[in-house]
């Protein structure tokens, strides 16, 4: 954008509720500090609370005045989705963030507690649910937004309905980019059915780049090449500074439904938030539909509010 948008350009966040899943380190952790250095209220939603509160404290201990609340999210268990967001319903009035930030990258094929595939079941299957237990108290709340988090590896996803759950042939990157391509079917039909309500909660999509998360470090004993991982390492900016585009996703007021926020360097692995675009496949509704119903069916989340 030229404008290098950084963590200071977050506009004044007092008064409002922002819940950050995978709150506690990498992105989620940056993306947690940078709100809450505003004056948000974050939910720092993490699989640990042991491990949220280690990440509530290191951000207070910067952040003195800093309002963090840790709540217990485990994405590959629908029980554990449907208890978190039972708790902030109960705890509080208003969403004005939701960042479906979490994620993992599973080198062996792993089942959820469901028993979906890891990958599809947590950074998609996970977020979809919770999403939609979450979705009344982001209507209530005026100019709410949902941040849906992927990636570069979104681009060679493909969505493979005939084996969703990678039970016939699993591949890693395979799996891994079929998740991440669904984060973005799901947040642009997510912004198409609240528009035709005349919602005025947006749904919006970002990545990081390529950047120095927990999964990236993972590399190095999952399986891939020294060479793979010696590159990831040169070329991979700061968790701070990939944590970047989903801030703008979520507090910019230039920010529209249905856009896409990546960083502005070359091939969008590094640099400052800007709009971008995803593979075209990614705006396809006729999957996104057939994900969304597929979705529904998985996790029995239905979203009722977009009922016709």
């Known amino acids: 954008m030229g404008n290098q948008w950084n963590s200071d350009s977050i506009p004044a966040q007092s008064g409002r509720v922002a819940l950050v899943t995978g709150g506690n380190s990498g992105l989620g952790f940056h993306t947690s500090r940078g709100l809450a250095a505003k004056g948000a209220h974050v939910l720092l939603a993490s699989r640990s609370i042991q491990r949220g509160a280690q990440a509530a404290e290191a951000i207070r201990r910067q952040l003195p005045q800093a309002k963090l609340t840790v709540v217990e999210l485990d994405l590959a268990d629908l029980a554990s989705v449907q208890r978190c967001a039972e708790t902030v319903h109960d705890g509080w009035e208003r969403l004005d963030i939701l960042v479906n930030n979490a994620g993992v990258l599973a080198f062996t094929r792993q089942e959820t507690a469901q028993g979906f595939e890891q990958q599809f079941g947590v950074n998609h299957l996970g977020h979809f649910a919770l999403t939609g237990q979450l979705l009344p108290l982001l209507l209530r709340t005026a100019d709410s937004r949902v941040v849906s988090v992927s990636s570069l590896a979104h681009r060679s996803g493909r969505l493979n309905f005939n084996d969703l759950q990678g039970e016939r042939s699993f591949s890693s990157s395979g799996a891994y980019a079929q998740s991440k391509m669904a984060n973005l079917l799901f947040a642009f039909e997510l912004q198409r059915r609240l528009s035709r309500i005349d919602a005025t909660t947006r749904s919006v999509a970002a990545h990081p780049g390529l950047s120095a998360t927990n999964i990236v470090r993972s590399g190095a004993k999952g399986g891939w090449s020294t060479a793979a991982v010696l590159i990831s390492r040169v ?70 509010l977009f009922e016709e």
Do not use: C, H
């Open 235 to 304: 070329l991979a900016q700061s968790a701070e500074q990939g944590a970047l585009p989903q801030l703008f996703a979520a507090t910019a007021p230039a920010v529209n439904g249905g856009d896409y926020i990546g960083p502005d360097g070359w091939l969008g692995m590094r640099g400052y938030p800007q709009k971008t675009r995803a593979q075209a496949s990614a705006y396809d509704e006729k999957i996104a539909r057939q994900l969304w119903q597929t979705s529904v069916a998985l996790t029995g989340e239905a979203y009722r």
